[in-house]
């Protein structure tokens, strides 16, 4: 019976990535190593509380002693992230404790282990920056614009050195933007879905035109799986969806499936260093392990939707003034 030790997987994709994994392989044992942080919710893995082959850890990644207690598994899927932009142009010291000093701290333990543990380092689109034009493709130059993209890519890079150093079993995965149940209220489209509910004004940060790639996230979890489980030690691969949007092509979206006016959304003042298009080539995972997304936007996004209207107990004290605000590098504090 495989045993993995999932980091942050209390968190959106964390926690949907561990209840993939219980749906299509029900035997594998998972110990979830989470601090209880911003983006941390109980509640995501509440069906799952009582399963034998599951089994909650409170703790941070940087707590060596107890991430060497617990690594006696036969991999680590680190989820574990400090991921807001905003809050890493407000406040850039817990994205380099967490996302850097973090991963250290994992790699190190892995490292004075007496058996191989094969690692993955889930990662993200921003790491290679604005892109005017094509796909970056896996080898391209990093080329993060902030905090948060930044210490991802630094993350990468450490990762990278102890594979050559250590001679260790380590994978990265890039993912674009995810979207889907239990994401928390401060991310783009539970807070559009969140403040149109509310009849609130959908702030869009400077000309709107800002091009995303979404991607459901039951497809990450899909190919984070079969990278764990074939992918080549040493390689990384990007996975995307081709589902391009402008962020006021999003909103207006949203409205439209909700039944709310467009003039609900209004232009607001632009995040400082916002990139402008992120977009992964991912014909790399695709060509060698047969994945493609399965999940069709429109329909997934409608059922987020529907899943935010009919779950007002899981978001209702998590959507606070600050969670909701339309500036939030200004005010974290």
């Known amino acids: 019976m495989m045993h993995l030790l999932v980091t942050g997987g209390l968190g959106f994709i964390g926690s949907n990535f561990i209840l993939y994994l219980k749906k299509n392989f029900p035997d594998v044992k998972i110990t979830n190593l989470d601090a209880g942080l911003m983006g941390s919710n109980e509640k995501n893995l509440v069906d799952i509380e009582n399963d034998k082959n599951y089994r909650l850890v409170w703790g941070n990644i940087n707590d ?96 990278h050195s102890y594979l050559k150093t250590y001679d260790m079993d380590i994978l990265i995965t890039r993912c674009t933007n995810n979207f889907g149940p239990r994401q928390f209220p401060e991310k783009f489209i539970p807070k559009t879905i969140i403040r149109a509910e509310r009849n609130m004004k959908i702030p869009i940060y400077g000309s709107g035109n800002n091009i995303r790639d979404w991607l459901y996230v039951e497809d990450h979890c899909d190919a984070i799986a079969k990278v764990l489980m074939h992918g080549k030690t040493g390689e990384s691969y990007n996975i995307s969806s081709s589902n391009e949007l402008t962020n006021i092509q999003l909103a207006e979206k949203i409205l439209e499936m909700l039944g709310k006016p467009k003039d609900l959304v209004y232009r607001e003042e632009d995040r400082p260093g916002h990139d402008f298009r992120y977009s992964l080539d991912s014909s790399k995972i695709r060509n060698q392990m047969g994945w493609k997304p399965k999940y069709k936007f429109d329909e997934e996004l409608q059922n987020t939707i529907q899943w935010y209207q009919a779950n007002h107990s899981w978001w209702e004290e998590l959507a606070t003034e600050e969670m909701l605000d339309p500036t939030p590098w200004k005010k974290y504090r």
């Open 64 to 159: 060596k002693k107890l991430v060497e207690r617990l690594i006696d598994v036969d991999g680590v899927v680190n989820f574990a992230a400090e991921s807001h932009v905003d809050r890493s142009i407000h406040d850039s010291k817990p994205f380099l404790e967490s996302n850097i000093m973090g991963v250290y701290t994992i790699l190190d333990v892995i490292r004075e282990h007496k058996k191989k543990v094969r690692f993955i380092q889930v990662s993200t689109d921003e790491v290679f920056g604005s892109l005017s034009k094509g796909s970056a493709k896996e080898e391209d130059v990093f080329r993060p614009s902030n905090p948060y993209s930044a210490s991802k890519a630094a993350a990468e890079m450490i990762a």
